[in-house]
Nanobody, 116 residues
Framework: QVQFVESGGGSVQAGGSLRLSCAAS????????FGWYRQSPGKQRELVAS???????TYADSVKGRFTISRDNAKNTVYLQMNSLLPEDTAVYYC??????????WGQGTQVTVSS
């Protein structure tokens, strides 16, 4: 059974940095593309960044140049380095397959709060 466990969130001031981690289990980690998603109150969950099996990355325009997604196949972990954080980055952050598979449950997510 696939499981994603996110961590690393917190409260920071605008301009600060955080590094999120996502530990995946129950899958052959190396063969999948993963994404970091986020959801703010009253908004739909959105894809923030993705990383493919060979390491090709994509980013939403709103985070390009500020966020960096990476993966460690030896640790079955996906990371999201977030720099120059803005108040509008405030959300619960999740990781999952990309594209999202509706048969997969979402993890508990990790809260990121950026104050101005």
């Amino acid at each position: 059974q696939v499981q994603f466990v996110e961590s690393g969130g917190g409260s920071v001031q605008a301009g600060g940095s955080l590094r999120l981690s996502c530990a995946a289990s129950g899958i052959t980690f190396t063969i999948y593309t993963f994404g970091w998603y986020r959801q703010s109150p009253g908004k739909q969950r959105e894809l923030v960044a993705s990383i493919s099996r060979p390491g090709t990355t994509t980013y939403a325009d709103s985070v390009k140049g500020r966020f960096t997604i990476s993966r460690d196949n030896a640790k079955n972990t996906v990371y999201l380095q977030m720099n120059s954080l803005l108040p509008e980055d405030t959300a619960v952050y999740y990781c999952n397959f990309m594209p999202y598979d509706s048969r997969t449950d979402w993890g508990q997510g990790t809260q990121v709060t950026v104050s101005s």
